[in-house]
């Protein structure tokens, strides 16, 4: 009798949430069996929550001494501990800004016995970095066990490179820029939220800000060494990123041949909306839990190119964990299925949009 296919997603911050109700509403479609989900701490606020996620046929697992904390809460009896939920499951989905940690002290444990272990993008290090349809082929199942969902920018700019410079996966980049115009908090979040926008640091000599050091080393699994440089700020926002973006190309193009290859990629979205509000509440009405699942959304009325068609310059907004959530479902159906999982993942097509 082969063995279930269970994913376990640790945490439920603003990426685990919509991943577990994702998970578990499309589990038959994807090919799994069972989603677990491990909260570690039991909140009266988050009681709703987890119920909800519960409801939705996700089943709560939490450390061995917390069990009855979760009981007294009313949310019902976890079904397992930590350690158990780790030894059954097929794959893991940590959400948590502790992946490293958690892989040198629990994960590495567990490893022989596990498909995947996945991290987001603030994990730099975990494992090979990942975002569906950009290095898709850079995967080598049974050897790569540890994978890093990039981030949601870092999402955005490799998109753009790949879309605007790459085409035909031949390497048209000179150089990439890009700035970084980030919102402050999410909405889920009580504290972080900025008085005014806040300027930040190029901590990398090389690559500036982390979003374009992640896209270089997501390339680099391709074999290819771009030059990429990132700038950030924050905005005292709390809808969306949005990238202005600056590519030099090393042939000329044509606006057309851009606009072509935007509107033929399905993780692009088009928009003719020029505010953060007006996409943001496009997701909330019409995406899952809220979200858009395409990679960027972009604006074509921003795009420039110069006249000797070599530069191409532009804004896009980024759908914050939307693209990370949608690649991190697709690398633990490619664990489960690495022969179809492409096709069984067209099952959240219903989620990209052409247009915003």
Same mark, same amino acid.
């Given at each position: 009798?082969?063995?279930?296919?269970?994913?376990?997603?640790?945490?439920?911050?603003?990426?685990?949430?919509?991943?577990?109700?994702?998970?578990?509403?499309?589990?038959?479609?994807?090919?799994?069996?069972?989603?677990?989900?491990?909260?570690?701490?039991?909140?009266?606020?988050?009681?709703?929550?987890? +119920?909800?996620?519960? +409801?939705?046929?996700?089943?709560?697992?939490? !450390?061995?001494?917390?069990?009855?904390a979760f009981e007294d809460l009313e949310v019902g009896t976890p079904v397992m501990a930590?350690?158990?939920?780790?030894?059954?499951?097929?794959?893991?989905?940590?959400?948590?800004?502790?992946?490293?940690?958690?892989?040198?002290?629990?994960?590495?444990?567990?490893?022989?016995?596990?498909?995947?272990?996945?991290?987001?993008?603030?994990?730099?290090?975990?494992?090979?970095?990942?975002?569906?349809?950009?290095? !898709?082929?850079?995967?080598?199942?049974?050897?790569?066990?540890?994978?890093?969902?990039?981030?949601?920018?870092?999402?955005?700019?490799?998109?753009?490179?790949?879309?605007?410079?790459?085409?035909?996966?031949?390497?048209?980049?000179?150089?990439?820029?890009?700035?970084?115009?980030?919102?402050?908090?999410?909405?889920?979040?009580?504290?972080?939220?900025?008085?005014?926008?806040?300027?930040?640091?190029?901590?990398?000599?090389?690559?500036?800000?982390?979003?374009?050091?992640?896209?270089?080393?997501?390339?680099?699994?391709?074999?290819?060494?771009?030059?990429?440089?990132?700038?950030?700020?924050?905005?005292?926002?709390?809808?969306?990123?949005?990238?202005?973006?600056?590519?030099?190309?090393?042939?000329?193009?044509?606006?057309?041949?851009?606009? =072509?290859?935007?509107?033929?990629?399905? +993780?692009?979205?088009?928009?003719?909306?020029?505010?953060?509000?007006?996409?943001?509440?496009?997701?909330?009405?019409?995406?899952?839990?809220? +979200?858009?699942?395409?990679?960027?959304?972009?604006?074509?009325?921003?795009?420039?190119?110069?006249?000797?068609?070599?530069?191409?310059?532009?804004?896009?907004?980024?759908?914050?964990?939307?693209?990370?959530i949608l690649s991190s479902i697709a690398a633990s159906v490619w664990a489960l299925y690495? !022969?179809?999982?492409?096709?069984?993942?067209?099952?959240?097509? =219903?989620?990209?949009?052409?247009?915003?």
């Amino acid at each position: 009798m082969s063995r279930e296919k269970k994913v376990l997603v640790i945490g439920t911050g603003t990426i685990g949430e919509p991943l577990i109700g994702l998970l578990s509403a499309y589990g038959k479609e994807l090919g799994i069996d069972e989603v677990l989900f491990h909260k570690r701490t039991p909140l009266l606020t988050d009681r709703s929550k987890v +119920r909800d996620l519960i +409801r939705k046929g996700a089943k709560l697992v939490t !450390d061995a001494d917390r069990m009855d904390a979760f009981e007294d809460l009313e949310v019902g009896t976890p079904v397992m501990a930590t350690e158990a939920a780790l030894e059954e499951a097929s794959v893991v989905i940590d959400c948590t800004p502790a992946g490293n940690k958690m892989k040198e002290e629990l994960y590495n444990d567990f490893a022989a016995n596990t498909d995947l272990f996945i991290a987001q993008g603030s994990e730099f290090g975990f494992g090979k970095m990942y975002a569906r349809g950009i290095n !898709d082929r850079a995967l080598i199942h049974g050897e790569d066990k540890f994978v890093q969902v990039v981030s949601c920018n870092t999402h955005n700019i490799s998109v753009l490179i790949e879309t605007l410079a790459l085409g035909d996966g031949k390497d048209n980049l000179d150089h990439g820029r890009f700035v970084c115009i980030r919102r402050s908090n999410d909405l889920s979040q009580d504290t972080g939220f900025l008085p005014s926008p806040e300027v930040g640091k190029h901590k990398d000599p090389e690559f500036g800000t982390h979003h374009a050091r992640d896209a270089y080393h997501l390339f680099k699994t391709l074999g290819l060494e771009l030059d990429l440089f990132s700038s950030a700020l924050k905005l005292n926002t709390q809808y969306m990123h949005i990238i202005q973006f600056h590519l030099r190309l090393k042939k000329k193009t044509t606006m057309d041949a851009l606009l =072509e290859r935007i509107h033929e990629n399905d +993780r692009v979205a088009v928009t003719y909306k020029k505010t953060a509000n007006s996409v943001f509440s496009f997701g909330r009405d019409h995406g899952y839990f809220g +979200r858009i699942l395409n990679q960027t959304v972009i604006p074509p009325d921003t795009l420039a190119l110069t006249e000797d068609g070599t530069e191409v310059v532009g804004y896009c907004f980024t759908p914050q964990d939307g693209n990370s959530i949608l690649s991190s479902i697709a690398a633990s159906v490619w664990a489960l299925y690495p !022969d179809d999982y492409e096709q069984r993942i067209q099952a959240l097509q =219903e989620w990209f949009f052409d247009e915003v």
